[in-house]
């Protein structure tokens, strides 16, 4: 979805390395998430956020911090990176009220991520 | 705690045939069920949601899927299949009340329709 934007696309770098995902996105919604996909895995919850002021663990989010700098852009940090971290990762945002009560998320195309 | 469950790693149909994707869900409140599709190198897609009336639910690409709380089961479903249809297809549940906005997905399943 181009509302949606992630960069890097892609990344490789090494271990111990910091790194940093961004995701932008233009469709106005207070909700964003990150999300890592791992083959056979699914998707996983790193970190959500409801608003600027709100920032939530997820389920896998050892490893990770994330800023929520505007309504608009949540970035995602590997302080030290390691191998395991190696995925495909997403960020997605929903609307809050009535519309997001019901959950339907936008994604965008994803960061593949390859730690040394 | 809600969870997911797609049962096939895999599914292969011939073009033309019906096809079917199972999901099952386990929620302790009542749930709100998605299905997103996923192209290669491309992110997830909504393709349809239940969150509550007609049991059998119609959505993008002429795809179905047919809600049944007695079997806690929302199959995709979809009567004729396509080439394009190949994809990666996600379920997903958020618990309601509670759930926090939250999705939890399935592990996925590869549709393969071939020629």
């Known amino acids: 979805d181009a509302d949606v934007t992630q960069t890097p696309r892609n990344r490789i770098t090494k271990t111990g390395k910091r790194i940093m995902l961004e995701c932008s996105q233009t469709?106005?919604?207070?909700?964003m998430y990150w999300y890592r996909q791992d083959p056979g895995l699914g998707l996983q919850l790193i970190y959500y956020s409801f608003d600027v002021k709100d920032i939530n663990k997820g389920e896998i989010s050892d490893g990770y911090s994330v800023s929520r700098q505007a309504q608009a852009k949540f970035s995602l940090s590997l302080e030290s990176a390691i191998p395991n971290q190696t995925a495909l990762y997403f960020c997605?945002?929903?609307?809050?009220?009535?519309?997001?009560?019901?959950?339907?998320?936008?994604f965008g195309p994803g960061t593949r991520l390859t730690v040394l | 705690a809600q969870s997911v469950a797609q049962p096939e790693d895999q599914v292969n149909v011939a073009e033309g045939n019906p096809l079917t994707v199972k999901c099952t869900y386990s929620?302790?409140?009542?749930?709100?069920l998605f299905w997103y599709v996923q192209y290669p190198n491309r992110g997830l897609q909504f393709l349809l949601k239940y969150i509550t009336g007609d049991n059998l639910v119609k959505g993008s690409y002429g795809f179905e899927a047919e809600f049944n709380k007695s079997q806690t089961s929302f199959h995709l479903k979809k009567p004729s299949a396509l080439v394009s249809d190949s994809a990666l297809y996600f379920c997903a549940v958020r618990e309601s009340p509670g759930g926090g906005n939250k999705l939890t997905f399935g592990t996925g399943t590869q549709l393969k329709v071939e020629l």
């Open positions: 469709k106005g919604h207070d909700r």
């Open positions: 929620v302790s409140g009542n749930p709100y």
């Open positions: 997605a945002t929903s609307e809050s009220g009535t519309s997001g009560f019901f959950g339907e998320q936008f």
